[in-house]
């Protein structure tokens, strides 16, 4: 069984976030980048189906510029065995992105594809989903616990929603995407981390796969959240329920 | 208590850019240090130490190593890291492929090594003392010593110690008393005790094998009668599992000023009938193989003067920005984070500076000891030798002296919450300090660089260094700018400064050699702060280079400003240590001694 794990080339998360002074995005100049936390998880989770020899072939997937090859060589670090880059310059929105995962799906016959449930830096939440639709493929998305039955074909995915936890069962081929609690991602080891450039990473661009990844939406503006203000301290409850009614119109 | 976050940033421009690694990966059997490869080590390196070994350093001096019942406990958390640490395979960065290790080169390790001292420096020191070991069985150990230890010492599964000082035979060993019988089956029995054994017994490793030096019965006395030996805790059968618990005991462990997490122990030897041994090289040729050794060894603990510093300089800038304390002394509001005080800004940049220096110039000297080893051209091997050997004694005691001012500056930053441990800034200062004695003395190291490397050679290795000195103050008085302009002059004047004491010390060794020690010290310190000062300027040049190149990273403008600050403020000595070496010797010993 082979399984498809996408991984997004984000701004580091231990790194404070800086708007461009123009207000069209984020300031990414000598900025440190790193893979995307959610797809560390969807990663180890492939490589412990691997470990348990559920598995055969774990292979990366990244989009965007050639600096993402750095981003397959992590995945390749941890274990991955091989990768792919679809290079572009052109900023990518989810549905082009699921559209080019589409493509190479097409090509590589996987029975799984891991996503992180959401990217840390836009947030959008719309891969993974995006991507299942087109396909026609079952998909489970926020996963915190999955087991796959080879023989019956199938994949039980334990979801975090917001009642508490669902559980799935997904015929194969499927999507899954991973929430916080899935795993706790290994480190690289050194001797991975070695063999890691000598691992096959193939580039494609969009094009060759048939793909227009113009796109679809436009940012207008990027501004830093509101700072926050000072708070007031109130006289007693009474007071504190009035302004929560009246002011703040949190309660009825 | 305190993050961790390894400069990844300066560390790659050191390597890059003043250290030659795309030179170093050209050197035979390094082809693998392909700069994409080191930089994805640095950043799991980076990773690993900042989540696994920084965490434990606190707690680690909290707790300390425990003995009970001739046997070591080390602190919670150890065991597990120390695992993690073999499994990902971090203990065989250096080692010999030959045994299961990567070959990388002594330039990355150093890199690697700096990041374990300052996330754990207690915990660095166990791996710290395998390398050793291993370097010693490497060398001179025979075919069936190598074949029984080095595989898995090179992984990291067992590790090893050094046992040279006994409680008469500290700086001198010529004093080494322990006893090595031989017992006709090529094996010896070791008899004494053996005190300030670093992790000689622990509970990390399944193994741990000592290496130490003994007198066989025949042996000369002194110097010429000393050999070196090796000493399972456990015996290893010849199908290489373990076998028998050797005669071999922690008897006691140290209570220190700092490294509370790392064991130091009083390593007894055959209390019930002999600790069992085999001969490493021949015999009473042992103190020649340390000797050998000791270059990695002394650069390994100059390292950690570096390494404290950079994690002294972490805490206490992000006390700096955090701490808000009086107005600011032209006129403010509210009260400032102190960070805005200028004398706040002169010891941060005076820790950083320092610790760019001190980086630059152990980086530097970790890539010429590679060029040594592997450069195809053999004068070139002669040539980088000459810098290393005179560089080495300057890397141990200029890095952990400096590692000392910066760490106690870290405490001064915190104001009284520095001398309180719970702030864990007097840890990284109470850590530092052992770093000027073991593995020689401050002195002894000043009194190697003034002898072995200076005096010996009529200065012919000093002169050629600053000789690349002046070329790289020539290309700073061309560029333009009052920080170049500065670190002209300051150059220019430091580069005197050790001319004048460099010649006073060839000139006066040989006729008036007490005199010329009294200076031995100042005159390290005086080529250790124009060699930082050199690196800085360099580090300087080069960022220009970026900048014109139309570079808009921040870092390399803060780069050519800490440069400057380094000139003005830690360069500004070196015409006083030159006075203080070439005038001072008179009064240090015209003292009778009853008037002490």
């Not at chain 2, 000493?231 to 005991?249: C, E, M, Q, S, W």
């Not at chain 2, 032209?330 to 805005?340: K, L």
Request: hydrophobic share 45%; aromatic share 6%.
């Amino acid at each position: 069984m082979k399984i498809l794990v996408p991984v997004k080339r984000v701004i580091d998360y231990n790194i404070k976030v800086r708007v461009k002074a123009d207000n069209t995005g984020v300031d990414l100049a000598n900025v440190k980048m790193a893979m995307n936390p959610f797809d560390e998880i969807a990663i180890e989770e492939a490589l412990r189906l691997k470990e348990a020899g559920v598995a055969s072939e774990v292979v990366a997937i990244s989009c965007g510029v050639t600096a993402c090859q750095e981003t397959l060589r992590t995945a390749m670090a941890l274990g991955a065995d091989r990768g792919i880059l679809v290079e572009t310059d052109v900023e990518l929105q989810p549905l082009a992105v699921a559209k080019l995962l589409k493509a190479i799906a097409f090509n590589e016959s996987p029975q799984l594809i891991i996503l992180g449930k959401q990217a840390i830096d836009d947030d959008a939440n719309q891969t993974g989903q995006m991507l299942a639709a087109l396909m026609g493929w079952p998909q489970a998305t926020f996963a915190s616990k999955v087991v796959v039955d080879a023989a019956a074909g199938s994949v039980t995915v334990t979801r975090e929603v917001d009642g508490g936890s669902e559980t799935l069962v997904l015929t194969l081929p499927a999507i899954v995407t991973t929430d916080l609690r899935l795993n706790e991602p290994r480190y690289a080891t050194l001797p991975n981390i070695m063999k890691a450039k000598k691992k096959p990473l193939d580039v494609f661009k969009p094009e060759a796969l048939g793909v227009d990844v113009t796109p679809r939406l436009t940012t207008l503006k990027v501004t830093d959240p509101a700072p926050r203000s000072a708070g007031v301290k109130v006289a007693n409850v009474a007071e504190l329920i009035h302004k929560l009614k009246n002011e703040a119109k949190v309660i009825a | 208590m305190s993050d961790y976050n390894a400069p990844l940033k300066d560390m790659q421009f050191v390597l890059n850019e003043l250290a030659g690694l795309a030179q170093v990966s050209a050197l035979p059997g390094y082809a693998e240090a392909t700069p994409d490869v080191i930089e994805a080590i640095l950043e799991e390196s980076g990773k690993f130490t900042r989540d696994v070994l920084a965490p434990l350093n606190f707690s680690g001096d909290q707790e300390g190593a425990q003995w009970a019942d001739k046997s070591v406990t080390m602190p919670k958390g150890f065991k597990e890291a120390y695992a993690q640490f073999v499994e990902n395979g971090w203990n065989a960065l250096s080692g010999n492929p030959e045994f299961g290790g990567q070959g990388l080169p002594k330039v990355i390790s150093a890199v690697v090594q700096e990041m374990w001292q300052s996330a754990n420096m207690s915990f660095s020191l166990c791996p710290m003392l395998t390398m050793g070991g291993i370097e010693a069985l490497e060398l001179y150990g025979s075919e069936e010593q190598k074949a029984t230890y080095l595989h898995h010492m090179v992984s990291g599964r067992w590790t090893g110690t050094m046992n040279l000082t006994e409680s008469q035979a500290g700086s001198d060993l010529a004093a080494v008393r322990t006893r090595a019988v031989p017992q006709g089956d090529g094996t010896y029995k070791l008899f004494g005790q053996k005190i300030f054994i670093t992790y000689g017994d622990h509970d990390m490793a399944e193994n741990t094998i000592h290496l130490v030096l003994a007198r066989t019965p025949d042996a000369p006395a002194g110097v010429k009668g000393i050999s070196l030996f090796v000493v399972p805790k456990f015996l290893v059968n010849a199908d290489g599992t373990l076998g028998a618990r050797n005669d071999v005991y922690s008897v006691s462990i140290e209570h220190k000023l700092g490294i509370h997490a790392s064991p130091t122990c009083v390593m007894a030897y055959g209390d019930n009938g002999g600790a069992v041994g085999t001969l490493v090289g021949k015999e009473n040729d042992g103190l020649k193989y340390m000797f050998v050794m000791m270059n990695a060894a002394r650069y390994a603990v100059g390292l950690e003067g570096l390494a404290l510093g950079e994690r002294a300089y972490q805490q206490a800038l992000g006390f700096a920005r955090e701490r808000v304390q009086s107005r600011a002394i032209e006129g403010s509001t509210g009260s400032v984070p102190i960070i805005r005080h200028p004398d706040i800004r002169r010891m941060l940049l005076l820790m950083r500076s320092q610790n760019e220096a001190m980086r630059a110039v152990a980086y530097v000297v970790a890539s010429a000891l590679d060029s040594a080893l592997r450069h195809p051209d053999a004068d070139e091997r002669i040539r980088q030798q000459a810098f290393v050997d005179l560089m080495i004694p300057v890397v141990k005691a200029w890095l952990t002296e400096t590692g000392n001012e910066v760490t106690s500056l870290g405490v001064q930053i915190h104001g009284g919450m520095g001398f309180i441990e719970e702030t864990g800034a007097a840890q990284h200062f109470r850590d530092a300090r052992i770093t000027t004695i073991y593995e020689g003395t401050t002195g002894i190291q000043a009194l190697d660089l003034i002898g072995r490397k200076v005096a010996r050679d009529g200065g012919g290795a000093l002169n050629t260094l600053l000789g690349q000195m002046k070329e790289t103050q020539a290309s700073v008085a061309k560029q333009s700018g009052v920080s170049f302009k500065a670190l002209a002059a300051a150059l220019h004047e430091s580069i005197e400064a050790v001319t004048t004491a460099g010649d006073y010390i060839v000139a006066n060794y040989g006729k008036d050699v007490r005199n010329v020690a009294v200076g031995a010290v100042p005159f390290l310190r005086l080529l250790g702060i124009v060699s930082g000062g050199w690196m800085m300027a360099r580090a300087a040049l080069a960022a220009q280079a970026k900048i014109g190149a139309g570079d808009t990273d921040p870092f390399y403008p803060a780069k050519i400003n800490t440069a400057h600050f380094y000139a003005d403020h830690v360069m500004a000595a070196a015409s006083g240590l030159a006075k203080e070496v070439v005038q001072g010797g008179a009064s240090a010993l015209a003292l009778d001694d009853v008037l002490f």
